[in-house]
T-cell receptor, first 114, second 110 residues
Framework: GEQVEQRPPHLSVPEGDSAVIICTYT??????FYWYKQEPGAGLQLLMS?????DRKEEQGLTVLLNKKDKQLSLNLTAAHPGDSAVYFC?????????????FGEGTKLTVSS | DPKIIQKPKYLVAVTGSEKILICEQY?????MYWYRQSAKKPLEFMFS???????DNQTASSRFQPQSSKKNHLDLQITALKPDDSATYFC?????????FGPGTRLLVL
């Protein structure tokens, strides 16, 4: 079945720098991709969803790149600030509609120092 | 106002007991899910429901039983609790292919 690997597990950047998180997946038929943010003690906040016909998507300081050839999904936080400190998860959707399930990466703990 | 409510937020149980985790969503979604997050494993899918019908079950143990009494409810009953069941359980619901998550119930089994 689909597998998702995420790296790095930990990432520390100074305020104002960019942070890049990368996920690789195995199933070339995967159509939907997601990035979620989890703050301590909280649930998962959806950051961005990307369909497989999109190579690049930008929203509010976040850039998601999808490289279908290499089966790689990346999240770039430009000009990170301390409020971005959290655990970030990539996820891919397997199945459709009500039978879909998300396969998650292991998570990246991002620390942005001021 | 929170759109996906999970109750309780924290739960402590003794080994062998039974607990029910509550999930209600007010997003008007027809599909709901349960996921588990533990220290040992990344977020893992447990169940999916669509229009109150079980669509997928990836939980090996029958000790975990989802229950849907209303379209916007998907509770999770866990029987014969074990310490390994200690985890945070997340409920989610979806519109088309995008899933939105609740705040989670953190379960500790002693």
């Amino acid at each position: 079945g689909e597998q998702v690997e995420q790296r790095p597990p930990h990432l520390s950047v100074p305020e104002g720098d960019s942070a890049v998180i990368i996920c690789t997946y195995t199933d070339s038929a995967t159509a939907y991709f997601y990035w979620y943010k989890q703050e301590p003690g909280a649930g998962l906040q959806l950051l961005m969803s990307v369909f497989s016909n999109v190579d690049r998507k930008e929203e509010q300081g976040l850039t998601v790149l999808l490289n279908k050839k290499d089966k790689q999904l990346s999240l770039n936080l430009t000009a990170a600030h301390p409020g971005d400190s959290a655990v970030y998860f990539c996820a891919v959707s397997v199945g459709q509609g009500g039978s879909a399930k998300l396969i998650f990466g292991e998570g990246t703990k991002l620390t942005v120092s001021s | 106002d929170p759109k996906i409510i999970q109750k309780p937020k924290y739960l402590v149980a003794v080994t062998g007991s039974e607990k029910i985790l509550i999930c209600e969503q007010y997003l008007g979604h027809n599909a709901m899910y349960w996921y588990r997050q533990s220290a040992k494993k990344p977020l893992e899918f447990m169940f999916s429901y669509s229009y109150q019908k079980l669509m997928d079950n990836q939980t090996a143990s029958s000790r975990f039983q989802p229950q849907s009494s209303k379209k916007n409810h998907l509770d999770l009953q866990i029987t014969a609790l074990k310490p390994d069941d200690s985890a945070t359980y997340f409920c989610a619901s979806s519109h088309r292919d995008t899933q939105y998550f609740g705040p989670g119930t953190r379960l500790l089994v002693l």
